[in-house]
């Protein structure tokens, strides 16, 4: 499993919060408004939320696939630095 801090330069939200009736924290103004998280717990008791976002079913092979997720960077990459190949219009593919 890699690292689960990826950067240890954390600020202080909210001090001595209490779950309520229901154990249930609020993040309030900490929260990133519509995003999910991984909560990890260590021995201590010490708790990180990790920001996730979730993909659709239908795109999850490529993150399944190391080379084709690898490819896909590769060609990110040769765009961003201009490696690109005019190929002409792909109009007459595009259907009716």
Known sequence: MSAVIK???FELMAEIVKPDAKQRLSLGRAGHGG???N???NRLGQIVLDPVKAIPAY???LFEN???LASVKRGLTQAAAGRTVNLG???KHAGE
């Open 66 to 68: 190391k080379k084709a």
């Open 7 to 9: 950067d240890a330069d």
């Open 39 to 41: 909560v990890y717990r």
């Open 59 to 61: 795109e999850a092979w």
């Open 35 to 37: 995003t999910a998280f």
């Open 89 to 91: 219009s792909f109009a």
